[in-house]
């Protein structure tokens, strides 16, 4: 085994890296800033260009739904960010393991990939393991996954929803649904230009879903925002209230519940039990979305446990599984699982 060791959560809107030894030591948002062939910024740099670049200058992220759309940029970026944290490159001292979270619910090519960028980049590399996301979104929530006790984990991301069902150290059943943090955006986005005449950016929608977003109707409240008129076409402010949010956002909310509904419909009777003594767990850094516990209650009647540090509940379960000898099957070689 390789003396340096990092857990990879390739996520659509952040990469999130973990250093055995060490804790997270990068947590950036996954995007790159390409002129011509050139990279010229990456992470929360490349992010500070996005909409603001010029036509030149492409900014985009490589991880779309889940998995990797975008193979040659992901691998470049992912061999600067290792670099930056003190990784081995292919001419440095010694390798480097791997181990990385994919989503349960995508094909085989899908999941290889996420191997094959590692095994074929830049980098000097000992073994790779892949560990399914909701295994590690258990551990790092602090659920001891090796127990008969059964589990439901629902991780709300950027671009996709996962809803699990764990027992055992393995999956029963899992849905990854394309519903997550952008999609509220881009319906915000949408209602702003429709009821406000407003046309604004992706993080302008972004931050008004943070500070205004709610699962239910509640405390109405307003932010000031600026885009463009759609009408003039001039620079404009205006003030975006809550209940138009939360009648953007909606529906949303009720896919997500209703995944959450069809996977407990299949759940096998003894795990339904389980489920209703300890609840469902919530992760993914949409689950900082205001009262979405209470929805969430009042839909499915169970107890709803929003993980703290929500974002970050995968990679933190990488760490965990790196550094702790007896979780060390919970990870898995690719090539055991290709040809099984
Ligand atoms: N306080 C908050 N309220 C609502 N949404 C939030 C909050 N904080 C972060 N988010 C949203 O969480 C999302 C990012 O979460 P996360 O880091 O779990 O996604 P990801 O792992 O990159 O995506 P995916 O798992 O879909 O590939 C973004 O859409 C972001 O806007
Ligand atoms: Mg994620």
């Keep these: 085994m390789a003396s340096k060791a990092f857990g990879i959560d390739f996520g659509t809107s952040t ?22 062939k050139n990279i010229i910024a ?6 500070d260009m996005y909409e603001k670049a010029p036509a030149n ?8 739904n889940g998995v990797i759309a975008d193979v040659a940029n992901m691998m470049e970026l992912l061999t600067h960010f290792i670099g930056r944290i003190g990784g081995a490159k292919r001419f440095g001292s010694s390798a480097a393991d791997y181990i990385v979270a994919t989503p349960t619910d995508i094909t085989e090519v899908e999941r290889r990939a ?6 074929s980049s830049n980098l000097k590399v000992g073994r790779i393991k892949i560990v399914e996301k909701p295994i590690a979104d258990a551990v790092g929530a602090g659920l001891d996954v090796m127990t008969a006790r059964g589990v439901m984990i629902v991780d ?15 999956i029963v059943l899992s849905k990854l649904i394309p519903v997550g943090g952008n999609r509220l955006d881009e319906a915000i986005k949408n209602m702003v230009k ?3 005449n407003l046309y604004i950016g992706d993080k302008t929608a972004e931050n008004i879903k943070k500070k205004l977003a709610s699962a239910i109707t509640s405390v109405e409240a307003s932010v000031k925002v600026y885009g463009r008129d759609v009408v003039s076409g ?28 069809i996977i407990l419909e299949r759940t096998p009777p003894e795990i339904s039990s389980d489920i209703i003594d300890s609840g469902i767990y ?27 540090d929500p974002a970050n509940t995968v990679v933190n379960g990488l760490g965990q599984i790196l550094e702790n000898p007896q979780l060390a099957t919970l990870a898995d070689t690719i090539r055991s699982k290709a040809l099984s």
């Design 15 to 36: 990469i999130k890296i973990y250093k055995k030894g060490q804790g997270i030591v990068l947590d950036e948002r996954n995007i790159v800033a390409i002129s011509g």
């Design 42 to 47: 990456t992470g929360n740099d490349a992010f």
């Design 57 to 64: 200058i492409n900014v985009s992220y490589p991880v779309k």
């Design 114 to 119: 996420f191997y094959d960028l590692i095994a």
């Design 156 to 170: 709300i991301g950027a671009d996709t929803t996962e809803v699990s069902i764990l027992s055992l150290g393995g």
């Design 194 to 196: 429709r009821k406000y």
């Design 234 to 261: 001039l620079p404009t402010e205006m003030e975006v209230n809550s209940n138009d949010v939360f009648e953007a956002i909606a529906e949303y909310m009720y896919s997500i519940i209703d995944a959450i509904k």
């Design 282 to 308: 919530i992760t993914g850094g949409s689950a900082g979305i205001f009262a979405l516990d209470e929805l969430m209650r009042k839909e499915t009647d169970l107890k709803i446990n929003i993980c703290p």
